[in-house]
């Protein structure tokens, strides 16, 4: 959807064709002064109109100076904004899963939507520049014919010399861009993984990661540089050639009587004009750096996202989950499935699985954090794809082993949840130790990753959901707290469905089923202690213990 027109952006549309106009007209003006000064044309309002064609001209100028930069950073601010609201929208159904790294979409959020930002001033002024100098050419045909013959022997030249530099830097800003944001995901996996990597001492061999594309980046500027470098010393050269032509034409035009002194100075400032064209060397730049920023948006943008559905769940459900030939793969390879499962509303169920086993994708389905490949998700009979985004957010609520804290304070992040909450998810007590309390800047919080985890669950307590997902998130509490909040989990969410990734066996075993999953398929449902006769099973929950203890 086009962006509506703001006030800087018809200011700019204004000045830019207003200043052309009266940078055009002002050759004209000069040259009516200059016969009045000489007396060729006595005049006596042509001094007058000199001084309003510069004034006016002055005001358009300073307008467009004002205009162009607040426009661009207006384009910039909305096209981020859509980018931002579309990358949210993909999050939904793991559209994002083969998409660009998250150092590559920051990349494109800041740089490339900073770059497009100033297409419009770019293209404006870019255009500007070539009426102008069609308007200069026009100019100098009108005091002679001869005067136009000369300039267009610059021209053709000049056409070529412009095109071929568009040639040559669109694809290598292209370059330039796509190697920033490999260095940009390089660096935020890094940053990701800082604590690994000084454990393993490999600061030097991550550092050299890190860096490998600047040679890259060094070979795309320099190539950059120099196709401006010697674009500019051409345009140079061809601007010098074709004033001296149209002043040596004029000078002899002047010499033989058919000139007026007054229309050699404008056959000056139209020709100065006209070559101006050949000067755009950094107008066309920013039109080619936009355009690659806006290539690399619009990439993002053609990503369609899942298509929000429009039912409602029935108000006499309790929450039933059923998986129909649920297939999640990773490219060729199947990550989940086939996989045929029935959850009973109300009941709790454990998930249960070695390490890569599919647990944590599987309970992302219900929610559609992940959208299976093939087969369908249902809660109380409606899949969920068909279920308006509103109607979802409502019905199946997620807690997690890092929950993102999202708003200004910590009031905003608990999203409704009161001191009932809180306390019920142990949170309450550091909480009154914060500074400010619940309304501490979140930007000021410093928490462990069980406090962090506690905020979740007191969200999580606060939302009416009918299936609630827990995916590792009491993984960072010590054992009493992890009593403490399972026991008021257990009588808040009572008569819910729950999911839980389970990496202890006192968690399986208080659930009323364990789905066992083996290499992304199920294994078997049953009770916990039906399966612990099975040493496999055993085996699995040992060795999702150990990780958990590991991690």
């Known amino acids: 959807m086009p962006r509506r027109p703001t006030g800087w952006t018809l200011a700019l549309g204004i000045a830019l064709p207003v200043g052309a106009a009266t940078t055009l007209a002002l050759p004209a003006a000069l040259a009516a002064a200059v016969d009045a000064a000489l007396g060729h044309r006595p005049e006596s309002g042509a001094f007058v109109r000199l001084a309003l064609v510069l004034g006016v001209a002055a005001a358009a100028d300073a307008t467009a100076a004002a205009?162009?930069?607040?426009?661009?950073?207006?384009?910039?601010?909305?096209l981020r904004g859509r980018l931002v609201r579309h990358l949210l929208a993909l999050g939904a159904g793991g559209r994002l899963r083969h998409g660009p790294p998250p150092g590559d979409l920051a990349a494109r959020l800041l740089g490339s939507a900073g770059d497009a930002g100033g297409r419009l001033p770019a293209v404006l002024g870019a255009a500007?520049?070539?009426?102008?100098?069609?308007?200069?050419?026009?100019?100098?045909?009108l005091l002679s014919p001869w005067l136009a013959l000369a300039f267009f022997a610059g021209v053709v030249p000049g056409v070529v010399l412009i095109r071929l530099f568009l040639r040559e830097a669109g694809p290598v800003f292209a370059r330039y861009q796509e190697v920033q944001a490999d260095l940009a995901a390089r660096l935020s996996d890094a940053l990701t993984g800082l604590r690994s990597i000084h454990a393993a001492g490999a600061e030097q061999r991550e550092a050299a990661r890190v860096l490998a594309p600047l040679p890259d980046l060094s070979a795309a500027g320099l190539a950059l540089w120099a196709a401006q470098r010697r674009t500019a010393w051409q345009a140079t050269l061809l601007i010098a050639v074709v004033e001296v032509a149209v002043l040596a034409t004029a000078g002899a035009l002047l010499a033989g009587g058919t000139?007026?002194?007054?229309?050699?100075?404008?056959?000056?400032?139209w020709a100065a004009l006209g070559a101006g064209l050949f000067e755009q060397v950094e107008a066309l730049v920013a039109v080619a750096h936009a355009r690659a920023g806006q290539a690399r948006a619009d990439e993002l943008l053609a990503v369609r996202p899942a298509e929000p559905?429009?039912?409602?769940?029935?108000?006499?459900?309790?929450?039933?989950?059923?998986?129909?030939?649920?297939?999640?793969?990773?490219?060729?390879?199947?990550?989940?499935?086939?996989l045929d499962l029935t959850i009973p509303g109300g009941r709790t169920v454990a998930l249960v699985g070695r390490s890569g086993s599919g647990k944590s994708l599987l309970a992302a389905l219900p929610g559609r954090l992940r959208d299976p490949d093939e087969g369908a998700v249902l809660i109380d009979g409606v899949p969920v794809d068909a279920l308006a985004?509103?109607?979802?957010?409502?019905?199946?609520?997620?807690?997690?082993?890092?929950?993102?804290?999202?708003?200004?304070?910590?009031?905003?992040?608990?999203?409704?949840?009161?001191?009932?909450?809180?306390?019920?998810?142990?949170?309450?007590?550091?909480?009154q130790r914060l500074p400010r309390g619940w309304d501490t800047p979140l930007d000021e919080l410093r928490l462990s990753g069980g406090e962090l985890q506690r905020l979740g669950l007191a969200r999580l307590l606060a939302q009416p959901a009918r299936v609630v997902v827990l995916d590792d998130a009491t993984s960072g509490l010590d054992l009493a707290t992890e009593h403490l909040v399972t026991e008021a989990l257990d009588r808040a969410t009572l008569g819910r469905t729950r999911l839980v990734v389970a990496h202890r066996a006192g968690v399986a075993a208080r659930a009323d089923l364990v789905a066992w999953l083996d290499a992304g398929r199920l294994r078997a449902l049953a009770p916990h202690a039906t399966l612990l006769a099975d040493p496999d099973y055993r085996a699995a929950l040992s060795d999702t213990a150990l990780q958990t203890a590991a991690v």
């Open 67 to 78: 205009a162009a930069p607040a426009c661009s950073a207006e384009a910039t601010a909305a």
């Open 128 to 141: 500007t520049a070539l009426l102008t100098s069609a308007g200069a050419i026009v100019g100098l045909g």
């Open 259 to 269: 000139l007026a002194p007054g229309a050699l100075a404008a056959a000056a400032g």
């Open 309 to 338: 559905g429009r039912a409602a769940l029935p108000a006499d459900g309790y929450g039933e989950v059923v998986l129909r030939g649920v297939v999640v793969r990773d490219g060729d390879r199947v990550l989940l499935g086939p």
């Open 389 to 431: 985004p509103s109607e979802l957010r409502h019905a199946v609520g997620y807690a997690f082993a890092r929950p993102a804290l999202i708003g200004r304070t910590v009031r905003d992040a608990l999203a409704g949840a009161g001191p009932a909450e809180a306390a019920a998810a142990r949170a309450d007590g550091f909480l």
